[in-house]
C-alpha cells in the first residue's frame, strides 16, 4: 500500500487506496458493531453512525500506511477511515459514515487502486 486518501464533493465520497503492485484481493462488509471496533485488543470509534469494516488481504506492506492515525471527512456521509490492524499481510480498516449507503466499489490501474465511492 502507498497511499489512502478520502475526497467529498457534494455529491459523493471516495475512498481511494493506492497499492505498489496490482489490486489485492478485498472484502467490505457491514460492521455488527456499529462503528465501534476493537483494534489490537482496544476499544476503537470512529466517526458516523453505520460502521463498514474493509478488510485487504495479500499486501506487501500494510502497516505503512495510517500508522498512527486515520482519515476524517466533517463533511458527506463518509465521516472516518481508520486503519484498526495489520496481520502478517493483511489490513483491516474500520470506516464510518452518517447513514447506511450503498457503495460502488471499482478497481484502477496505473497506478493500482481500489476505489469506493459513497454517495451523499
Do not use: W
Not at 486518501?5 to 489485492?24: K, R, W
Not at 476493537?38 to 466517526?47: C, F, K, L, R, T
Not at 481508520?82 to 471499482?106: E, N
Amino acid at each position: 500500500m502507498t497511499g489512502v486518501t478520502q475526497e467529498a464533493d457534494g455529491s459523493h465520497d471516495v475512498l481511494v487506496i493506492q497499492f505498489d503492485s496490482a489490486v489485492p484481493s478485498y472484502q467490505l462488509t457491514p460492521s455488527t458493531t456499529g462503528t465501534h471496533f476493537v483494534a489490537s485488543g482496544q476499544s476503537v470509534v470512529v466517526a458516523g453512525s453505520v460502521g463498514l469494516v474493509l478488510h485487504i488481504s495479500g499486501v506487501t506492506t500494510p502497516g505503512a500506511i495510517l500508522q498512527n492515525g486515520d482519515l476524517g471527512l466533517d463533511s458527506g456521509s463518509l465521516q472516518e477511515t481508520r486503519l484498526l490492524d495489520t496481520v502478517q499481510s493483511a489490513a483491516d480498516f474500520g470506516i464510518g459514515l452518517t447513514r447506511s449507503a450503498c457503495p460502488t466499489i471499482s478497481t484502477l490501474t496505473g497506478p493500482p487502486r481500489l476505489v469506493i465511492d459513497f454517495p451523499s
